[in-house]
């Protein structure tokens, strides 16, 4: 069988698309470190949105579906998670206790909570 790969441009030129998850209601989210946004793209329109995270130089990079029925993402530069409501469409920070730990990989943990690693401080937080 014969796969073809089909591409869905982006808004922001150069927004270094980092992160990818399957969210809520079918959709792909995604994270764009440059543009400083999460986005979603709504299937099977292909029509992309584009939310800002409040933190300037945040550099989202790492995202999921998390238990609670929310996109959660981690923020390299910015030092925080983040949850990106898929019906509101609305973003809220959460910031992290070690200066510059450097939030990357995240994933739900089988115990209902968000598991993320801190690059830089040598932990994993939840």
Do not use: H, K
């Amino acid at each position: 069988m014969t796969r073809r790969v089909t591409e869905v441009a982006l808004p922001t030129p150069l927004s270094l698309p980092a992160g990818i998850t399957e969210g809520p209601y079918g959709n792909i989210w995604f994270t764009a470190q440059r543009a400083g946004t999460i986005g979603v793209i709504d299937l099977p329109s292909r029509r992309v949105a584009e939310l800002p995270v409040p933190t300037p130089l945040a550099n989202p990079i790492g995202i999921t579906a998390g238990p609670d029925g929310g996109v959660w993402f981690a923020e390299l530069t910015g030092n925080r998670i983040g949850r990106a409501d898929p019906a509101t469409r609305t973003i809220r920070e959460i910031p992290l206790p070690t200066p510059l730990a450097a939030p990357v990989g995240i994933t739900p943990g089988p115990d209902g909570n968000v598991w993320f690693v801190e690059l830089l401080a040598n932990a994993v937080g939840r």
